[in-house]
């Protein structure tokens, strides 16, 4: 089946569940894209049992998550990120406790919090062995919520395109998604809002906000915090979150 042909198929389902969101999402199947809660990659997974632990994780995330204010949108799910974590912006290293500003419990609450990547693996460096995959854009992102005072379980965190795009032999990397690729991402946002109904959507950069626009998705937008970009990105979230603060 075509990645159209998929996208068509994908618009026909009305999602319900949660759970149901997520086998929608374990069904998605594409060259140089992995799909973080079906895939299973024997160098740097730590097992066949990672896309279940990503797919746990997820669930439990969407379910503290169902009254839910503000949905912000990046454009592609990232290697640091939730290709190990199962969750848009979202690090290894912030669930497995050993980051610096961000508590696991501002994730999944109490949880059973487990690792999926493989400490063994040559491809990973020494600090992500010891410590797990650490993602820049989570930090920023889990730092600014934190900031502002907003609980973690009213922001939900997604990608246009919600699976990771890598180049070519090399899984650990991030691509740009193509035309096609958002084609199909942007019917899953729209299963997620659906599913989570009355969320503000925040595009995080330009290119996010231009994609949205495109597909009709009406959205607010602050700065990617990538590049030099952080102390916008933090000043434009607080001015968002205060703007917001009595519209609840």
């Known amino acids: 089946m075509c990645i159209r042909d998929r996208c068509k198929t994908l618009m026909a389902v009305t999602v319900v569940t949660a759970e149901e969101f997520i086998e929608k999402l374990q069904q998605y199947s594409s060259p140089q894209v992995f799909n973080p809660w079906a895939d299973y990659d024997t160098e740097c997974d730590i097992g066949p049992q990672a896309p279940v632990i990503r797919a746990a994780n997820f669930l439990r995330y969407l379910k503290l998550r169902q009254n839910a204010h503000f949905l912000f949108i990046a454009e592609g799910l990232g290697y640091q990120g939730g290709h190990f974590s199962g969750m848009a912006m ?13 508590e696991p419990q501002a994730v999944l609450g109490e949880w059973d919090y487990r690792r999926t990547s493989n400490p063994d693996s040559p491809r990973l460096n020494r600090t992500q062995k010891l410590y797990g995959f650490n993602e820049p854009t989570a930090t920023v992102m889990w730092n600014a919520i934190a900031r502002h005072g907003l609980s973690p379980y009213d922001t939900v965190l997604w990608n246009i395109f919600p699976f990771h795009p ?20 942007i ?51 607080a001015e968002l979150f205060a703007a917001q603060g009595g519209e609840k």
């Open 90 to 102: 979202t690090s290894e290293r912030i669930l497995l406790g050993n980051h610096p500003d961000v």
């Open 166 to 185: 890598y180049k070519d032999g090399n899984i650990l990397s991030n691509r740009t998604p193509t035309g096609e690729e958002l084609d199909v991402g």
């Open 187 to 237: 019917e899953y946002a729209r299963l997620l809002m659906q599913l989570i109904p009355g969320m503000k959507v925040v595009a995080i950069g330009r290119k996010s906000q231009q994609t949205l626009g495109k597909y009709g998705v009406a959205c607010e937008c602050v700065p990617h915090p990538s590049m030099g970009g952080a102390n916008a990105f933090k000043k434009a979230v």
